[in-house]
């Protein structure tokens, strides 16, 4: 609207404005006259606000959320090892991990204070050799069963045995050395 029709639109409705304040009690009569009136009345009390409800919106996101990551990991794909190859692959994988274990607990009963070098250095080649094999899952699943990946994981099984066996013969040679030793002094 322009501006002189806005100026005009205020002066000659210049009279007809309320600009009075209602008398005290205005309001309750009003309520009153609506009231007997059989109409719904609206009431004037202030709206309670519900605290609770931004806490209900936080957990229904963080609900969201872990369904969601849920949903994600459920999706991943499972690794193949030796034993999802074939049936003999299973018993050979069975093998090795058997082995593996009984060294490892001959290991921890030869473990003395002066072979705990030793032992704390095989355990951490046999840890690098587990992240290479978890690798080489990886690459069984990408090669579609391929015998070099195949041969590899054999080849790392028997890395591992290689290295526990190693370290118990050094573990031997310390204890006859030091048995050796004592048998000189007395």
């Known amino acids: 609207?322009?501006?002189?029709?806005?100026?005009?639109?205020?002066?000659?409705?210049?009279?007809?404005?309320?600009?009075?304040?209602?008398?005290?009690?205005?309001?309750?009569?009003?309520?009153?006259?609506?009231k007997q009136q059989n109409h719904p009345v609206v009431n004037s009390q202030p709206k309670k606000t519900n605290y609770w409800k931004?806490?209900?919106a936080v957990a229904a996101s963080?609900?969201?959320?872990?369904?969601?990551?849920?949903?994600?990991?459920?999706?991943?794909p499972e690794l193949m090892d030796l034993a999802s190859v074939s049936p003999e692959l299973s018993?050979?994988?069975?093998?090795?991990?058997?082995?593996?274990?009984?060294?490892?607990?001959?290991l921890?009963?030869?473990?003395?204070?002066?072979?705990?070098?030793?032992?704390?250095?095989?355990?951490?080649?046999?840890?690098v050799l587990e992240k290479e094999y978890e690798t080489l899952k990886i690459d069984l699943n990408e090669s579609g069963n391929d015998k070099r990946v195949i041969y590899a994981m054999i080849t790392n099984f028997q890395n591992r045995i290689d290295v526990l066996k190693t370290?118990?013969?050094?573990?031997?040679?310390?204890?006859?050395?030091?048995?050796?030793?004592?048998e000189n002094i007395i």
């Open 108 to 127: 921890e009963t030869e473990r003395t204070p002066e072979t705990e070098d030793m032992i704390y250095h095989a355990m951490r080649q046999l840890s």
């Open 1 to 34: 609207m322009n501006k002189n029709t806005i100026d005009n639109l205020f002066k000659t409705l210049e009279g007809d404005f309320d600009t009075e304040m209602p008398n005290l009690g205005h309001k309750n009569r009003f309520l009153e006259k609506l």
């Open 91 to 106: 018993q050979t994988q069975s093998f090795f991990t058997t082995a593996i274990e009984q060294e490892l607990a001959t």
């Open 54 to 56: 931004p806490f209900l």
């Open 62 to 76: 963080i609900v969201l959320c872990f369904s969601v990551f849920t949903i994600m990991q459920q999706q991943e």
């Open 167 to 182: 370290v118990l013969e050094h573990i031997e040679e310390v204890k006859n050395f030091k048995l050796n030793q004592n």
